[in-house]
């Protein structure tokens, strides 16, 4: 299975909003609403951000929120703050009953 | 709280099986709706599914690495494995074992992670 695609790296200053797409197939993003993302800080373990294309955690913040459409979900950051500078991963389940990741984005707040 | 440990060789030489352990902690393996995952990261890259476990034994695996995996569980010991054969360098990664849930009602993700294992596939 190959990696879903997300954009190498994203950039924005405090307080603006940014949007990181993620892209798969119809075997994948398109075919379930079981995409979810993961932030993670160097050296840190991955920490679930949203589930369910669009749904939170208890505990994130509402700055982080998720959507879809077609085989490209989204997760957009608004107000960002200097925390938010972190690597962030998508995740769908696939058809073959296994998950798949994308390759990672880099957040950097300016 | 839940929290997961992993545990095993830090060093593993090429060829040979890469076996690693999860420890589950502050609650039962076999309670409740959970799958037991593993993932791993190579240094600088992304994270990489290798496959599951659900509490009745039932396993999903990559298909890319179907062929070199075994996860198992012990419940008597609240802990699974991950049994990875012929090695090789590509195999060099930080392995984290996760708890997955996947019901309807409380949603599809992995929402308890172990704090990672580096693991170094060298001669």
């Known amino acids: 299975q190959s990696a879903l695609t997300q954009p190498a790296s994203v950039s924005g200053s405090p307080g603006q909003s940014i949007t990181i797409s993620c892209t798969g197939t119809?075997?994948?993003?398109?075919?379930?609403?079981?995409v979810s993302w993961y932030q993670q800080h160097p050296g840190k373990a991955p920490k679930l951000m949203i589930y369910?294309?669009?749904n939170r955690p208890s505990g994130v913040s509402n700055r982080f929120s998720g959507s879809k459409s077609g085989n490209t979900a989204s997760l957009t950051i608004s107000g960002l703050q200097a925390e938010d500078e972190a690597d962030y991963y998508c995740s769908s389940y696939t058809s073959s009953s296994s998950w798949v990741f994308g390759g990672g984005t880099k957040l950097t707040v300016l | 709280q839940v929290q997961l440990q992993e545990s095993g060789p830090g060093l593993v030489k090429p060829s040979q099986t890469l076996s690693l352990t999860c420890t589950v902690s502050g609650g039962s393996i076999s309670s409740g709706s959970y799958y037991w995952s593993w993932i791993r990261q190579p240094a600088g890259k992304g994270l990489e599914w290798i496959g599951r476990?659900?509490?009745?034994?039932?396993?999903n695996y990559n298909p890319s690495l179907k062929s070199r995996v075994t996860i198992s569980v012990d419940t008597s010991k609240n802990q699974f494995s991950l049994k990875l054969s012929s090695v090789t360098a590509a195999d060099t990664a930080v392995y984290y074992c996760?708890?997955?849930?996947?019901?309807?009602?409380?949603?599809?993700?992995?929402?308890?992670w172990g704090q990672g294992t580096l693991v170094t596939v060298s001669s």
């Open positions: 119809s075997s994948d993003v398109g075919g379930y609403n079981y």
């Open positions: 476990i659900y509490t009745s034994g039932s396993t």
């Open positions: 996760a708890r997955e849930v996947s019901t309807m009602v409380r949603g599809h993700l992995f929402d308890y």
């Open positions: 369910d294309v669009s």
